[in-house]
């Protein structure tokens, strides 16, 4: 969104709802924003698997307290709902049919419901039909009854909800700054939101979604198996699982390092070497074609919003120990969302991989994931260009990266539309 520099108005508070967490969010407004109000009011482990009953009196009770201790202005808020009450999906859609109406038709016969209280929207995938006459959308579709919770819960704070967005959109839309000239179009980059819950999928052309998924593998899976390995509640779980990171993963004996660069080694990394150069020069091409542009950006540098490299040794990643199932599984999962879009835009390769979500500073499990990706890949952070000499109080860990908060970045740049 664009606001006025001469508007009096606030800009709107910014909420995403995650599995563990509400992130809030205030930008100033003008050409470059600044976060000017930030916070993060974390879901107790007990309260993780209860009931959306007890979830939103627990939102009622502490959110009140976060947003006025936090230095928040103004009534308007956007909502990213939680994953979980959002349903995204691909569907074909016969030529000359309403995309809404027949995405409910479709869902009321998939789901044997009455789709009549279901909020719908779709995003096709290609300009034109296809060659049978028929259109691929990605439909997002969310209870009306879920929808009103949030406007209900914010109501009761005299606050007013003026938009309501979906994780994965708003998820592109933290890039679109990096997106939004002439030949970034053709770009391809996989988005991998590693959540508590749960991991959303999207593949952008350039701002443009061609490809949603959410996949039901998330931390809490990996907090379930080292609690069941060392007896212990999640909370400890997850403390032990954060600060291993996945160690065996990132760094491999010497001595099977060495057997394997010995063996198939020199063929994993000239592979890995070919599908590195094989993205920069896609990437590359594309800088070439608009350098000439006044308003293009410094190529020399990577944008901030894209964060860091992953490391990646070059060898194809060996998923071993208690981890394991879990680590294929997901890789599997990614894989397939990869193939997929091969199959519907011939000739476009991925050109490069960022990790967003808060199992993204688990730099080990986006190195395995890399590597079975074989592209290059970047553990973003959308936060950093909103953060400017004095971050806000209430943001956590100021000094580090926050991948975790690329959604709540992106509802700043989401359209606002209730």
């Known amino acids: 969104m664009v606001f006025s520099m001469f508007s009096k108005q606030a800009s709107p508070i910014l909420a995403d709802f ?4 509400v992130k809030l ?15 993060e009011l974390m879901l107790p482990d007990d309260l993780r698997g209860q009931t959306i009953e007890r979830k939103f009196e627990y939102f009622a009770k502490e959110l009140p307290k976060v947003i006025s201790e936090n230095g928040f202005k103004g009534k308007r808020v956007v909502v990213s709902p939680m994953s979980g009450q959002m349903l995204v999906q691909h569907m074909q859609i016969g030529s000359g049919e309403s995309p809404v109406d027949a995405i409910r038709a479709q869902l009321a016969a998939q789901l044997n419901i009455d789709t009549s209280g279901v909020v719908i ?3 096709p995938m290609h300009d034109t039909p296809n060659a049978g006459g028929k259109s691929e959308h990605i439909a997002f579709a969310i ?3 879920d929808v009103m919770r949030y406007v209900d819960l914010f109501k009761r704070m005299r606050m007013q909800v003026v938009a309501v967005h979906n994780e994965v959109q708003a998820m592109l839309h933290a890039f679109d700054h990096i997106n939004r000239r002439n030949g970034d179009e053709n770009v391809s980059t996989l988005y991998v939101d590693l959540g508590w819950g749960s991991t959303k999928v999207a593949i952008g052309h350039g701002t443009r979604l061609v490809f949603a998924k959410c996949i039901a593998i998330g931390g809490r899976h990996f907090d379930q198996t080292v609690a069941q390995m060392f007896k212990c509640d999640l909370t400890a779980a997850r403390m032990r699982r954060m600060s291993e990171d996945l160690l065996p993963l990132r760094q491999a004996p010497a001595q099977t390092q060495q057997k394997q ?7 994993a990394i000239l592979s890995a070497g070919m599908a590195q150069a094989q993205a920069d020069a896609r990437l590359e ?9 006044d308003d293009r950006r410094d190529i020399s540098a990577e944008p901030k919003a894209l964060g860091q490299s992953v490391p990646t040794t070059g ?4 998923a071993s120990g208690d981890y394991g199932e879990l680590l294929e599984s997901l890789a599997d999962e990614l894989s397939m969302c990869v193939r997929y879009h091969t199959a519907c835009f011939p000739g476009r390769a991925i050109d490069r991989v960022v990790f967003l979500g808060g199992e993204a500073r688990q ?9 079975s990706l074989h592209t290059a890949a970047k553990s973003g952070d959308p936060l950093s260009r909103l953060l400017g000499p004095t971050p806000p109080a209430g943001l956590p860990d100021s000094g580090l990266s926050h991948p975790s908060w690329a959604v709540v970045c992106g509802l700043a740049s989401a359209p606002l539309d209730l």
């Open 18 to 21: 995650g599995s563990a967490s």
């Open 315 to 318: 060898s194809q990643p060996q």
């Open 261 to 267: 660069s010995s063996s198939e080694g020199g063929l």
């Open 363 to 371: 730099i080990g499990l986006c190195q395995f994931l890399a590597e």
């Open 121 to 123: 929207r779709s995003e």
């Open 25 to 39: 969010l205030q930008v100033s407004s003008g050409e470059k924003p600044t976060a000017t109000a930030a916070a």
């Open 143 to 145: 209870a009306r009854d």
């Open 285 to 293: 091409s594309v800088h070439a074609e608009v350098a000439l542009e």
